[in-house]
Nanobody, 122 residues
């Protein structure tokens, strides 16, 4: 049984930093990524990474501020979020898929975590 379990997140002030992590169990995925969903909005792509970690893909809105990384020995993926903005406030979801990592459409990702709240105050 595949499980993705997020941790981290919480509350930060604008300009601050937070880190969210995701532990995967059940199998090793070629691609892992992060999405987020704010109230009343669709789930949107944030970042993704290949199995080797050599390939990383970011949404324009977070490029230069967020960094995705993975530790295959622990089967985890993390998202370091710096220079946070109030518009980064959302529930952040870990996702995994067996295909390529450069896919931004949420329906094409096969497995999902339960989400963790990130709130950025102004």
């Amino acid at each position: 049984q595949v499980q993705l379990l997020e941790s981290g997140g919480g509350l930060a002030q604008a300009g601050g930093s937070l880190r969210v992590s995701c532990a995967a169990s059940g199998r090793t995925f070629i691609a892992m990524g992060w999405f987020r969903q704010a109230p009343g909005k669709e789930r949107e792509f944030v970042a993704s990474i290949t199995w080797s970690g050599s390939g990383k893909y970011y949404a324009d809105s977070v490029k230069g501020r967020f960094t995705i990384s993975r530790d295959n020995a622990k089967n985890t993926v993390s998202l370091q979020m710096n220079s946070l903005k109030p518009e980064d406030t959302a529930v952040y979801y870990c996702a995994a898929r067996r295909g390529t990592y450069q896919v931004t459409g949420a329906p094409t990702w096969e497995y999902w975590g339960q989400g963790t709240q990130v709130t950025v105050s102004s």
